[in-house]
């Protein structure tokens, strides 16, 4: 008999570990909701920043490509005696150089500040996701981080960066 009951003790301690292993967290205190919330306005107000300044990053990239490009076409076709031509297309590049600086230094901020978005995002998924909370504690706060908690995430398009994007 005592093997059985060895064998029972066994098995209800594996459950147990288990369940313990997959157990709820806890719910989140006031505090905690709190800064749950200001993490979900912070994302939905830097998300759609973001996703706007990433859209004209874009475009203003491929302007910039295309003038490279045309003023690599009128290298070729200017005739290398015409002076104020040759001096005129050098003034231009160095514009289009500069131009260029300032573009890759504004893609530099733009990249940390989505770096910035992604590790709210992560400590959100971590400290918040899936996390209950009282509802009396949730009506302590004010209404926009309310209707924030209750959106959540589900219709927020966080930016990321692809690391096989990087040039």
Request: proline share 4%.
């Given at each position: 008999?005592l093997?059985?009951?060895?064998?029972?003790?066994?098995?209800?301690?594996?459950?147990?570990?288990?369940?313990?292993?997959?157990?709820?967290?806890?719910?989140?205190?006031?505090?905690?909701?709190?800064?749950?919330?200001?993490?979900?306005?912070?994302?939905?107000?830097?998300?759609?920043?973001?996703?706007?300044?990433?859209?004209?990053?874009?475009?203003?990239?491929?302007?910039?490509?295309?003038?490279?490009?045309?003023?690599?076409?009128?290298?070729?076709?200017?005739?290398?005696?015409?002076?104020?031509?040759?001096?005129?297309?050098?003034?231009?590049?160095?514009?289009?150089?500069?131009?260029?600086?300032a573009?890759?230094?504004?893609?530099?901020?733009?990249?940390?500040?989505?770096?910035?978005?992604?590790?709210?995002?992560?400590?959100?998924?971590?400290?918040?996701?899936?996390?209950?909370?009282?509802?009396?504690?949730?009506?302590?706060?004010?209404?926009?981080?309310?209707?924030?908690?209750?959106?959540?995430l589900?219709?927020?398009?966080?930016?990321?960066?692809?690391?096989?994007?990087?040039?």
């Amino acid at each position: 008999m005592l093997p059985v009951i060895h064998r029972s003790c066994l098995a209800i301690a594996v459950l147990l570990a288990t369940g313990a292993a997959h157990a709820e967290p806890a719910p989140l205190d006031r505090a905690a909701l709190h800064a749950c919330a200001t993490q979900v306005q912070q994302l939905r107000s830097d998300a759609t920043r973001l996703n706007a300044d990433t859209a004209r990053l874009d475009a203003r990239r491929v302007a910039l490509d295309q003038r490279s490009a045309a003023l690599r076409a009128e290298a070729t076709q200017i005739d290398r005696d015409d002076l104020r031509a040759t001096l005129d297309l050098q003034q231009r590049r160095q514009q289009h150089n500069s131009e260029l600086l300032a573009f890759n230094t504004e893609i530099a901020r733009h990249r940390q500040a989505i770096d910035a978005v992604n590790g709210v995002k992560q400590r959100y998924a971590q400290d918040c996701a899936a996390r209950s909370y009282r509802r009396a504690d949730l009506a302590t706060l004010p209404a926009d981080a309310q209707a924030a908690m209750r959106a959540g995430l589900a219709d927020i398009e966080v930016p990321y960066l692809d690391p096989a994007s990087d040039r």
